[in-house]
Structure formats: structure tokens, C-alpha cells
């Protein structure tokens, strides 16, 4: 049966879609958090009681359950494994059990989905995965890797189906990144056991929120971060009320400079003025995909569709979750400019080669050179649901092009529309707070946020979500560097946080009592301060928030590791063994 006309598969056939505008969450993600918050109390599996391992005759009300959210860095095949491992460690502990929702940048990405797809929940299961996958020494861009899945139960249908639907049904040309994305993620997400096969549930990323049991507040929801540029030619609208121009002077995306180590008095300065590298953090769940920034969301199932004044004009299958996926992991279709920021934080300080990478940035970020990637691999792009959008969707005037439209729009008003939110936005109401800049670009490019920030604290923080704690896995390459801890500051500065380090009013870390070398308790005395910091800060709502941040640092478990300086941990590095 052609995709096409698949219903029971694809029930989405029968949907349209249209823009939800505002900065509520998803009513289905509301209903998750207290569903979430029940299991997580004594009124449900008694999660958080267990874990903090409470008196037995201390109940936990589900109104005194923190929000807890966890989240995995970028950095390739290490940050894959190891956030492989913390979950499983997590999970052994009774945390998991406690978190709300977790979420990935790039190589994090990758293990998310892994685990709510093929791995089905099971730590072990993604552990043993993994093992197989390392065992083949394959690059997932190898020959090896397209024969492995070629040759697997309707391989060829999932890595080139996906292409071939992209460039049939839509104005959006093929890039070499579509074919990275397709390649990566069934290679990866290609079940060794008993044989190699594909399935199309595992590409379907809208359905997990049933098939995990999500929507029972069994696991928690997880979420994807991936950011595009700023579009070049974006403009503010010029007419706007008094309340909306001092709404306005607050930034509407976050700042690039993760690596540059711009201290948090400039922050305030920064915010008044369009900065010329500027971010926009978009965050793909089961539920949607959409941007804080925009405050514009549209069904995940829809993603990949046009939408002209914020209605879909087509109904196709849900595209596949490979080439969302992709675009969520695409470093190397990163501004060049940024991937030599990344770079210049590994290389020693004051040699010759420092020097020349860095004159070789600024030359790219020369005005000469602005407006440029300045790379030749671009990230992959999809029709953009917000194209054309200014004002409120129910206030959007029809042009001339988009006439042919108007009778299809007309009739999806008159039957209903199949939305991410059932609420309506009442125009009045969003005309007292600032409106995006003007989408003047039918195409989007989504490409993996490490660029901006390697955690993804960003699209967790959205202020409905109020989240209380913060769990951030960091695995990046300058973790020994100021620039990793610089990097909350950023996500702190962005929320206007300010935060504190209170690690040492905690208890302090217990020291492994197996360790017995004095070679692992070296590695152990010199790292013990810094497994776990806590820094405590404060919304503007007069909420508190704590981040616990966990960067992977060498362990006398393993003192002959070092997971920044180790040749084969790199963020680049896409082979592994099983003992690696």
C-alpha cells in the first residue's frame, strides 16, 4: 500500500494543520505534568520518596513534586555512549523515575532517540545496542554502513523513500545533508536482532508520544534543540503599540558568542541591539515543533507540509523522523566560522597554529564575508510554516499570492482544523505584546544548536514549563575550560538569571571506597570538587531554579581515560570498539 493512501499508518492523511501562535505549552504536554507529577508522588509509584529515601510515614503530595528535567550536550559518538550510560545510571539510581522531561543537542539527539524508539525504554537494551553498533567499526557514512542497511528488511524504502518524497512533493530541493540524515539514522536506529530490520514506527517521532506511554506520564517527554539563523532579511513590524515597542527592547533570540566568554554585565548591553550572529533555538517533542522565539508552533506530524497564512495547503504522510533527526545533528553543515570557534577552544593558546585559525575566523567574519556560511555543506532546509506570518494567524490578510488558497483555508475553517492547541488566539490580546519579525523566507534551515549552546537549557526553560531543576550531561570537547561553565552563564543571561555557585553548601561528594591504586585515587582527589556543581538562580517570576551541572571528567573507575584528551574521544570520531 502506497504510503499516500496508508490511513491506518499514516492518520494524519485525514488532518490539516495551521500555526499555533502563543507561548503556552501544548494542552497535551499540561496534561503530562500533572499526570507526570501524580506518578512521581506517594499518590502513584512513590518515585521521588524512594530516591530521597524519605521516612516511611512521610507521604509526597503531587503539588510538592519539583520539576526536574535532564539534559545531554553535544559531542558526537562520546557524548552518544556516555549519555547512553548516565541514563542508565539514572535509571538504576530511581532518577529517572523522577525527571519530566529530557532533552539533546546534537549526539544526545541520537541516544533520545535510540531509546524511545528501538531501544523501547530499556537502558540495557540501548547499552547492548550500542556494543553491536561499536563491535562493526563502521563509520555511519561508510560503505559498510549503506550495505548493512541496503541489504536489511525494506532498507532501501528507508533511506531513499524519504528523499524521493521530499523532492517529489515539495518546492524544497535535496541537499547532501538529506542523504547524511537519511544514511546516519538508520544506520544507527537499525535493530541488530534477530536480523537487521527497519520499521516505520521507528521513523515515526509523533507517535511515540502514545507508543511510550507518554501521554500516561510513564516516561518522561523527551525533546529535541536544533537553532537556525536569524533570517537575513527579517524586519521588525513598524507598527506597533506602546506596550509591544518596550516588550520589543527584550531579545527575541539568543546571542551566539557560547565560546567567547562575554562576561554577564555586557549581557544587558547586548540584549538592546540586533546582534549580527543571532540564533533561534527551535525545540522538536512528539507534540510540535516550534520556536520560544517566535512563539509559533505547528504539529510535529505536519512538519515538512506548506502552510500559506498559517494553514497547511496539503496533506501528506508524517515526513520521516531521519531527516529531522539529521538536521538536529548536522555539525558539519555549521557556519564555518563556528565550527573554528569550536576548534580554537582545543588548541593550546599563544602557538602558531592558535594564531592562524584565529586570523582565518576573523577574515570569515570580516565584513567582506558577512551574510555568508562560509560552508559549502548546507543544512538541510524544509518550506517554512511561518512564511509570511506577522501579525496573529486570525489576522493575516490574504495577498494576491495566495489567493488560489483561499477557498481551500475558507473550507478548513468552516469543518475545523486539526491543531497543536485547541485554544484560539484572541488578536487583541496578542497585539499588546511584541510580534515576531516578519518571516520573509519560504524556506527554513534547522542545524544542530551546539552552534549556539552545547546544552540544551534553552528550550527546557521555557517559562510555562517551570522547570526547578536542571540535570545538564555535558560530554563537550572544552569541558576543561572556562568556556564549559561560561556556557550556563549564557543560558542564564538569556533568561535574564543570574547565576550563583552553591556546591558548597550541598553535602560533599563520598569518596569511592573501592578504589585502591594510588594512580585512581590521584584521578579521584583531583576531580572529586567537580563531578557535580550546583548553581542556584532566580527567575524573573521570583521562581527558583538550580542547574546540576555533571561534566564528563576522568574517574579512578578508569584512570587510563581521559575523555577530553583521549585520541579516539573526539567529537569527530564516528568509530568506536566495544572496549572504547
Known amino acids: 500500500m502506497r504510503d499516500e493512501t496508508d490511513v491506518a499508518t499514516y492518520p494524519e492523511l485525514q488532518w490539516d494543520a495551521k500555526v499555533r501562535q502563543g507561548s503556552s505549552l501544548h494542552h497535551e504536554e499540561q496534561k503530562f505534568i500533572e499526570l507526570r507529577k501524580l506518578r512521581i508522588s506517594s499518590q502513584g509509584e512513590d518515585s521521588l520518596h524512594r530516591f530521597l529515601d524519605l521516612p516511611p510515614n512521610e507521604k509526597v503530595d503531587p503539588r510538592d513534586v519539583p520539576l526536574i528535567a535532564l539534559g545531554g550536550s553535544g559531542g558526537g559518538y562520546k557524548v552518544m555512549y556516555g549519555f547512553a550510560g ?51 567499526l563502521a563509520h555511519p557514512m561508510s560503505i559498510h554502513a549503506l550495505n548493512m542497511v541496503a541489504r536489511s528488511k525494506r532498507g532501501v524504502y528507508f533511506l531513499i523513500g524519504p528523499l524521493v518524497s521530499k523532492a517529489q512533493k515539495s518546492i524544497i530541493g535535496l541537499g547532501i545533508m538529506d542523504l547524511y540524515s537519511t544514511l546516519t539514522a538508520t544506520y544507527q536506529l537499525l535493530s541488530r536482532e534477530p536480523k537487521g530490520r527497519l520499521s516505520r514506527a521507528t521513523f515515526q517521532w509523533s507517535k511515540t508520544w502514545h507508543r511510550s506511554g507518554i501521554d500516561k506520564g510513564l516516561e518522561p517527554m523527551p525533546l529535541l534543540a536544533a537553532v537556525r539563523r536569524v533570517p537575513k532579511y527579517s524586519y521588525e513590524p513598524q507598527a506597533i503599540s506602546a506596550k509591544a515597542r518596550d516588550v520589543k527592547k527584550q531579545p527575541t533570540s539568543r546571542q551566539l ?53 498559517g494553514h497547511s495547503v496539503d496533506r501528506r504522510p508524517e515526513q520521516s523522523f531521519s531527516l529531522l533527526l539529521g538536521q538536529c545533528t548536522s555539525a558539519p553543515a555549521g557556519p564555518l566560522a563556528e565550527c573554528i570557534k569550536a576548534l580554537l577552544v582545543t588548541i593550546p593558546k599563544n602557538t602558531i597554529v592558535a594564531r592562524l585559525v ?61 491543531s497543536s492547541d485547541r485554544s ?19 524556506r527554513t534551515r534547522l542545524m544542530d544548536s551546539g552552534m549556539a549552546n552545547n546544552l540544551p537549557n534553552h528550550i527546557l526553560a521555557r517559562p510555562d514549563r517551570g522547570v526547578d531543576i536542571f540535570i545538564s550531561f555535558d560530554a563537550s570537547s572544552d569541558i576543561h575550560t572556562g568556556a564549559a561553565v561560561q556556557r550556563l552563564h549564557h543560558f542564564a543571561a538569556d533568561f535574564n538569571i543570574e547565576l550563583r555557585d552553591v556546591t558548597r553548601e550541598f553535602h560533599k561528594p563520598q569518596r569511592n571506597v573501592f578504589l ?12 572529586m570538587d567537580h563531578y557535580a556543581r550546583v548553581f542556584h538562580g532566580k527567575r524573573q517570576s521570583g521562581q527558583d531554579m538550580y542547574i546540576v551541572y555533571c561534566p564528563l571528567l576522568p574517574n579512578g573507575v578508569n584512570p587510563e581515560y581521559n575523555p577530553t584528551i583521549a585520541s579516539f574521544s573526539t567529537s569527530t570520531n564516528l568509530m568506536w570498539t566495544p572496549d572504547q
Open 257 to 309: 558568542d557560547s565560546m567567547e566568554g562575554n562576561d554577564q554585565g555586557n549581557s544587558a548591553v547586548s540584549a538592546n541591539r540586533r546582534s549580527k550572529k543571532l540564533f533561534q533555538y527551535f525545540e522538536i517533542s512528539p507534540l510540535e515543533v516550534g520556536s520560544l522565539d517566535l512563539n509559533r508552533y505547528v504539529p510535529t506530524w505536519s512538519w515538512g507540509r506548506t502552510f500559506i497564512s
Open 516 to 527: 585502591s591504586s594510588s594512580h585512581a585515587l590521584g584521578i579521584e582527589s583531583r576531580y
Open 86 to 136: 548516565f541514563i542508565s545510571a539514572a535509571k538504576k539510581l530511581g532518577l529517572w523515575d523522577c525527571i519530566n522531561w529530557t532533552a539533546g543537542v546534537s549526539g544526545s539527539c541520537w541516544t533520545l532517540a535510540a531509546y524511545y524508539t528501538i531501544a523501547r525504554h530499556d537502558a540495557q537494551r540501548l547499552i547492548d545496542h550500542y556494543l553491536t553498533v561499536a563491535s562493526e
Open 358 to 418: 584565529t586570523i582565518f575566523n576573523n577574515l570569515l567574519q570580516s565584513k567582506y564575508f558577512e551574510g555568508f556560511w562560509g560552508n559549502p555543506i548546507r543544512a538541510g532546509h524544509d518550506p517554512n510554516p511561518f512564511y509570511g506570518l506577522e501579525r496573529p494567524v486570525g489576522m493575516r490578510e490574504h495577498t494576491s499570492e495566495h489567493s488560489m488558497h483561499i477557498s481551500r483555508v475558507a473550507h478548513q475553517h468552516q469543518r475545523g482544523m486539526h
Open 424 to 442: 484560539v488566539s484572541d488578536p487583541a490580546a496578542l497585539q499588546s505584546h511584541s510580534l515576531p519579525p516578519w518571516e520573509a523566507q519560504g
